[in-house]
């Protein structure tokens, strides 16, 4: 089975996707840092990995958020069934 991944990003405007339940895709970040952490405010919804795969389990809405050198970038992710 392929799974197509594609590649979103997110800035410190705070920027909104839709993605379907069962989707997978990656966070795109422009330059390069030594450590990233993510963090989800609604894992059960969505779910990021440490290498920035998100994956959409079900319908509901997460904020994705990581901070670099001190400011902080949002995703909101509405996942739809």
Sequence with gaps: ????????SFTQRGEKIEMK???????????TF????FKS???ASVFID???FVYARKKG???ISTKINGTTYKLT????E
């Design 21 to 31: 339940a069962g989707q997978m895709q990656q966070l795109r970040i422009n330059k």
């Design 34 to 37: 030594q450590t990233l952490i």
């Design 41 to 43: 405010s609604r894992p």
């Design 61 to 63: 809405r997460s904020v």
């Design 77 to 80: 992710i509405e996942v739809k």
């Design 50 to 52: 440490e290498n920035g």
């Design 1 to 8: 089975m392929i799974i197509e991944i594609k590649l979103i």
